[in-house]
């Protein structure tokens, strides 16, 4: 789904990931829609993808391997389309993370990245220590898969440029917080 600014022409471009899709992530996740929403009232142009094996895309989920396969795609489409346009990455969840390991492996890098429920658990983080692509988080103040406590353990090894704002949140999906979510990305997330 491609979607420009309502009412300019689009500054830069952003391509937005979605959560996990073995636990019914999806590119209409109401926080995804949030944060392309936000990014494209700051003049983006966003493109949102549902990754392989998920609703009508073919294939089955990959581990994480070709989700960030499926995001090059998407990307090289979205850049291809949009030559001149400064570009971003973006992503909610395991988004995040897909979108922060392709973004940290592009040369040339994205201007930005833009973590939103970045999941802690699980997987390795360590390639963030030598990433040099500006990250931005925005986490739930309750995210039950990246709690405070673990992210602000994590955070001090990710490397600069780097910046972590928390959105009061009952819960990972920013339960009762979408509207001061959608808000943090237009105020940090953007280009």
Not at 18 to 45: I, S
Request: proline share 7%.
């Amino acid at each position: 789904m491609l979607e420009e600014p309502e009412d300019a022409e689009p500054r830069y471009a952003a391509l937005v990931c979605h959560p996990h899709p073995l636990y019914g992530g999806t590119m209409h996740n109401k926080v995804v829609y949030r944060m392309a929403r936000g990014l494209r009232k700051t003049g983006a142009v966003v493109l949102r993808f549902n990754f392989r094996g998920v609703n009508l895309s073919e294939g089955e989920h990959a581990q994480g391997v070709g989700e960030v396969d499926d995001a090059r795609a998407a990307l090289d489409f979205l850049r291809t389309r949009y030559l001149n346009l400064p570009w971003m990455l973006a992503g909610f969840s395991f988004g995040s993370r897909v979108a922060l390991r392709l973004g940290c492996s592009l040369q040339p890098a994205p201007s930005r990245a833009l973590a939103a429920g970045f999941p802690t658990r699980r997987e390795d983080n360590s390639y963030l220590a030598q990433c040099r692509v500006p990250k931005v988080f925005i986490q739930s103040t309750q995210d039950e898969h990246g709690p405070r406590a673990e992210l602000e353990a994590v955070y001090p090894g990710f490397a600069e440029p780097k910046e972590i704002h928390w959105v009061e949140a009952t819960d990972h999906f920013f339960a009762g917080a979408l509207d001061p979510f959608e808000r943090a990305v237009e105020t940090f997330g953007g280009l």
